[in-house]
């Protein structure tokens, strides 16, 4: 099963400055070999359910290990059977619309 | 690694009415001895890492079974290494000192 | 217009426990005469949709008044035009379901 | 009060395909003057507190009146007193480490 993830993970106890552990992140989603897109409140991953989630489980293992105490994380997670959908697609789709509107 | 997390399943395609696959996805939770507590924008599930992902990846396997052709679900999901805390210990933390305030 | 809210205020640079500042914003939200649900990860809240968000701007104020340099919050969001429905309706109509399956 | 805003509005009742709201959410906020961008599972939306929420106000009041009679939003929001970051400054922080890394 295919999904889409929009995944925020924010660290607390470590203070206000947190690009370091997203930093952390995006590492391991790329080493995962999964398809992403970092943009101003998260990151969109693409890729088969069960590798998304053990990366996800990687990023709080790793951002724990950096020393952050506690992490509350926010996913957005879109799976669907009636057609294939990339990231790419999603947000041409809109851009198209809007751009002939 | 265990995690607190809020689900909240969407299934979109299938009209307004949705409370059958929010029923569905309530007894999956259940029949994977996890800890539930339902509210009116999604369920609080206690438990181990995997178990909990395990049972969030059959709560989309089986809605779309259901015959919703596309989901849109949002997890908040929180761990903390520096002590354990149950759901109830964190409702119990904020009445008690909204009592005494 | 309505709605019904789920509301998670995330503090950060203050520490591991934020507790008291989820009890500032109960607070508030209680003042404005909303109704509130405290669960596990976040608040219900319901109401007309101005002053709800009237609350929640109080809320980070409040919070960054408390000494929180920086809040990350979630909010899921809920209105509709074909009926009405409370909280109380929502979380009625799933325990009916799994009462009777 | 600055904001910066994770926006995902998900109309539910109008079949699979939301993009054609999208793209009504997406003039709403441009033609209110706040800096936005579009990705794969929501739109990052800069802006002044009350004219971020009044144009949400207003695209929930849009999407109703093109048909939908429910619709589910999620909503990413942080502020911060300690300093002023834009949505570029955000991703270029993390770009920034990336690359030295």
Known sequence: MKVIVDLCVVPLG???SVSQYV???EKILKEA???TQLHAYGTNVEGE???VFAAIKKCHET?????APRISTMIKL???TDRDQTMDDKVQSVRTKL???
Chains 1, 2, 3, 4 share one sequence.
């Open 23 to 25: 930093v952390a992140c």
């Open 49 to 51: 359910w069960d590798m």
């Open 33 to 35: 070999g999964l398809k």
């Open 63 to 67: 951002v724990h290990a950096m020393g």
């Open 14 to 16: 470590v203070g206000v």
């Open 78 to 80: 879109g799976t669907r």
């Open 99 to 101: 751009a002939s509107a």
